[in-house]
């Protein structure tokens, strides 16, 4: 900028260069831009003129001849800085095309002459504003903690700070004349070198660039994330570029470790939701959680180890591994001894629920070396626990990078090998009750069929035994006492009795053990029960209870097996009376809008049953009332005769009842068919 002064003598040394030229135009051009072209050329010449715009090929295109203000004579002489450089130009122009005389150039030098003492006085107030400028820059670049670096217009570093010297390894005139790419990434490098001369190249000027990720290149060759910001600047005509550079490789890793964590919690979701329920997929769930894990961590392994023992010592046994497909994992152990391994210090670790964690030259050196040896650079342990014990590890694995591990990230894997240590502890309790219920089952089986056996080893002398009572009770001869046949009548009674308990000691067998077959066939459902009512009236006898059947007039037949039907019926109704001392005990069929029957149920108003033992009276030998001076025998079968039965046909049996009320056994006919598309069937 020129002071007020100067401004004011170059106006009137302008104004008088119009008189003498007779020019419209007449100014000093201190690299105005659309005046370049008509600049005098790097040749050494100090003047330039153009008589005619128009006529010369150079300048007939240029903006200023080509409109306003229309130029055709061009005159212009150099005036020169206090270095000898050009700093700019005094000119004359003319809408009309002239002659330029020797008198007119020499006349133009002298006028140039008085106008270049004040170009240089600017000049070199520039030069002392320009040094001071540099020296609060460097000042500035010195003592930043951030990498600076200056380039000049072919983009080669002319000033590197001493924070460029430590991020990048480099000593300061290594870098000096080198190109700026030299710190780059060498993927980088010709796609920078492009791009920065194609704007070059643009005519655009004043570039200002913020938050430029790049990827920087150390001088051992490691790399590293940079953000840089660029800034273009003019000093004595040249161009140059300043750049401040910032190594976010902290703040990267911190974006990297929370993305981890969360792709890793993503991963944790899908062991809960797989896991945590009964599955027989287990082992291609574990197998597709080990490569969630491994790919959210980016690892370069993820293995399941169960703790087990080696020689007496502790040992890591392999369950499970996963490896990207780009590295072979039969290379991996798959069984190892922590303390042969000197990884004792991790058992102690893992046993108490801690993990084992961090880039492989943190480690001891003895561990570090076990971990080299596996090419490993960086390793994340983390405990899996099994109710109170300690099971084994989830073990994740990096060979490429030093990459370090964030506490959320280990708390989320922490997460990870807990639902593991729950699915391992639900697939141990789900194998014992599995195992026990075999158990169970193949002693009930046995129990069945030794049942049935001896059921039939006892009925055969039993009837005997009933057999030759019923001839002695004739009394054909009278040669029997009155006490004689009373004792007779006694052994006739029980032996009914214990048959009548072997044959439904026989059935239940049977039914459990699979070799009860099933009758089909049509069955009339409301004469069955009627008949099966009339026959047990006489259990009545000495009791104020009354049997009554409720059921619709019509009810159609189905298909079943009459005589297990009617059995159901006589064990409830035996039921019902054995604990009914006074009421009524009602057999009530349901049947749907068709009059096909949907149930049977047969409601007493005996003393009821206690809510704790509603289901325990359906098991064999169980009774409502458990008490030694229980006041109702009986085997208990009846009742798990009934249940098993139904099953066995496909029926459903339930039970509400009320103490001091009375009990309602409910047989829903779930599975029953109609036994003909039209007619009745005649009992």
């Known amino acids: 900028m020129l002071e007020a002064p100067r401004e004011r003598r170059f106006e009137r040394l302008m104004g008088l260069a119009r008189e003498l030229f007779d020019v419209p135009i007449a100014l000093v051009n201190l690299g105005e831009t659309d005046l370049e072209l008509f600049q005098p050329p790097e040749n050494g010449l100090d003047v330039l003129v153009v008589s005619d715009a128009r006529a010369d090929a150079r300048f007939r295109a240029h903006p200023l001849v080509v409109a306003e203000p229309w130029i055709r004579f061009y005159a212009g002489q150099v005036i020169r800085d206090v270095e000898g450089e050009r700093a700019g130009t005094l000119c004359v122009m003319d809408r009309r095309p002239r002659s330029f005389t020797p008198r007119d150039a020499l006349l133009l030098r002298q006028l140039a002459a008085l106008v270049e003492p004040d170009v240089q006085a600017v000049h070199l107030s520039e030069l002392a504003a320009l040094q001071e400028s540099e020296e609060r820059f460097r000042l500035l670049a010195e003592t930043s903690a951030e990498p600076m670096f200056a380039l000049d217009r072919a983009g080669s570093i002319r000033f590197a700070n001493p924070a460029a010297e430590r991020t990048f390894g480099f000593v300061r005139h290594e870098l000096i004349g080198k190109p700026f790419e030299l710190i780059l990434s060498s993927g980088l490098r010709q796609t920078y070198r492009r791009r920065f001369e194609r704007y070059l190249t643009s005519g655009k000027r004043g570039l200002s660039v913020t938050g430029l990720e790049l990827v920087g290149r150390r001088r051992d060759g490691a790399e590293l994330p ?269 032996g009914k009795h214990l048959l009548e308990l072997i044959n439904d000691v026989l059935d239940l067998s049977k039914v459990e053990a699979g070799k009860l077959e099933l009758d089909h066939e049509p069955v009339a459902l409301r004469d069955l029960v009627d008949t099966t009512l009339a026959q047990l009236e006489v259990r009545t006898l000495g009791k104020d209870v009354r049997l009554v059947l409720d059921s619709p007039d019509h009810v159609a037949p189905i298909l079943a097996d009459a005589a297990r039907l009617k059995q159901i019926v006589i064990n409830l109704v035996g039921n019902a009376l054995k604990f009914t001392d006074q009421g009524t005990i009602t057999a009530e069929i349901g049947v749907d809008p068709s009059g096909l029957p949907v149930r049977l149920a047969v409601r007493d108003t005996g003393i009821g049953i206690p809510a704790d033992r509603l289901e325990a009276i359906f098991n064999a030998f169980e009774q409502a009332d458990t008490s030694t001076t229980r006041n109702y025998g009986g085997s208990g079968l009846g009742l798990a005769i009934c249940r098993s039965l139904c099953n066995l046909m496909g029926y459903r049996l339930t039970l509400e009842s009320e103490v001091g009320v009375g009990s309602i056994f409910t047989v829903w006919l779930d599975g029953a068919e109609v036994a003909a598309e039209a007619g009745t069937v005649e009992v």
Request: glycine share 6%.
């Open 226 to 494: 940079l953000e840089c910001s660029l800034c273009e600047f003019a000093a004595e005509g040249e161009r140059y570029f300043t750049g401040v550079i910032r190594d976010v490789s902290e703040r990267k890793r911190a974006s990297e470790a929370v993305y981890r964590r969360d792709a890793i919690m993503q991963a944790v979701g899908f062991a809960a939701e797989r896991f945590l329920r009964p599955s027989d997929r287990e082992e291609q769930d574990i197998d597709s959680l080990l490569a969630q894990l491994g790919t959210a961590a980016s690892a370069s392994r993820v293995s399941i180890f169960e703790a087990a023992t080696h020689d007496g010592q502790p040992a890591a046994l392999l369950r499970n591994q996963w490896t990207p497909e780009d590295i072979d994992a039969s290379q991996f152990v798959q069984a190892v001894s922590w303390m042969a391994l000197g990884l004792d210090r991790w058992v102690g670790a893992l046993r108490m629920g801690e993990a084992v964690y961090g880039n492989a030259t943190t480690f001891p050196q003895a561990e570090r070396s076990v971990l080299a040896s596996g090419g490993i650079r960086s390793i994340a342990v983390v405990p899996i626990g099994v109710g109170v014990e300690w099971w084994g590890a989830l073990a994740l694995e990096e060979h490429c990078t030093d990459r370090l591990w964030s506490d959320a990230e280990i708390r989320a894997l922490k997460t990870a090998a807990g639902i593991l240590g729950a699915a391992i502890l639900r697939k141990r309790s789900e194998h014992d009750l599995r195992r026990a219920k075999d158990q169970a089952e193949t002693a009930s089986i046995a129990k069945s069929q030794f049942l049935a056996n001896m059921s039939h080893e006892l009925r055969t002398p039993l009837n005997s035994v009933i057999g030759f009572t019923n001839i002695l009770v004739k009394n054909r001869d009278q040669n029997l006492l009155p006490n004689d046949l009373k004792y007779l009548e006694r052994i006739r009674a029980n």
